[in-house]
């Protein structure tokens, strides 16, 4: 193979294993996220995880339906660069997309074009041994979004530009915690709750303040010594 063949070929390969990070863009007239916008949220957009707060799942639009499905055509495809399996829907507020990958990815996109206005990737430690690098996508609250990260912490970027505002701690992933869903928003509050049954860890529930991060409550699923509950365990079964 001539040398420069050569080159290419690294090239390609590269560009399969690594995604190529274009310079960083910033959104224009970008929409900030309320409580009323999350509770009733306009038809084109999806903001939360299966877009309202009941869950239903389902968009309003009916431009597409039952009679039309058959004659979509891609319009456009983006690859993320990531090759694990993707559980994150696109979070779409008012022509953006967000879209977050594996191992701790956020991607902003022109939802009408597909073209990538920003990306945050997040370095991971080496030492992380959690078992699958799952992330099921970013919550938005005013002019930030929230990543719930595989190494146990909850970020907070600017949903313009991708950098960070905050980055809180949430536990230690050295003892089996890691973070795997999305963030949830309610008024002006960031919810996560842990991950890492498998490895025995004491599940929660804790909120932050949406603004700068700040630890506001936290709750242990399984009761501790002295809470209500607690006595219908035996000995210290209640720590696994």
């Known amino acids: ?3 420069r063949q050569w080159i290419w070929s690294c090239l390609a390969a590269l560009a399969v294993l690594w995604p190529v990070i274009l310079p960083a863009g910033e959104i224009a007239n970008y929409s900030p996220v309320t409580a009323q916008r999350l509770t009733n949220p306009e038809p084109a957009n999806w903001m939360l995880y299966r877009r309202t707060y009941d869950g239903q799942g389902y968009s ?20 993320t660069g990531v090759t694990e399996g993707h559980e994150a829907p696109p979070i779409v507020n008012n022509g953006i997309m967000f879209v977050a990958t594996p191992q701790n990815q956020v991607i902003a996109l022109d939802a009408k074009t597909g073209d990538q206005i920003w990306r945050y990737k997040r370095q ?13 996508g970013v919550g938005l609250w005013q002019d930030k979004l929230y990543l719930a990260t595989t190494d146990d912490h909850l970020v907070a970027l600017d949903a313009k530009t991708g950098k960070v505002a905050w980055d809180q701690k949430v536990q230690d992933y050295l003892k089996g915690q890691y973070l795997t869903l999305m963030p949830l928003v309610i008024n002006g509050k960031i919810l996560v709750g842990g991950s890492g049954g498998e490895y025995g860890i004491r599940g929660y529930v804790v909120a932050y303040d949406a603004n700068d991060g700040k630890e506001l409550w936290r709750t242990f699923t399984i009761p501790g010594t002295g809470e209500p509950g607690n006595d219908t365990w035996q000995g210290d079964d209640w720590k696994l």
């Not at 309003?60 to 690859?79: C, E, G, M």
């Not at 991971?124 to 041994?129: A, H, Q």
Request: net charge neutral.
């Open 60 to 79: 309003p639009l009916d431009k597409i339906n039952t009679t039309n499905a058959k004659n979509l055509v891609p319009v456009w495809t983006f690859s």
């Open 1 to 3: 193979m001539h040398t």
């Open 124 to 136: 991971l430690p080496e030492d992380l041994f959690q078992l699958h690098p799952t992330s099921r």
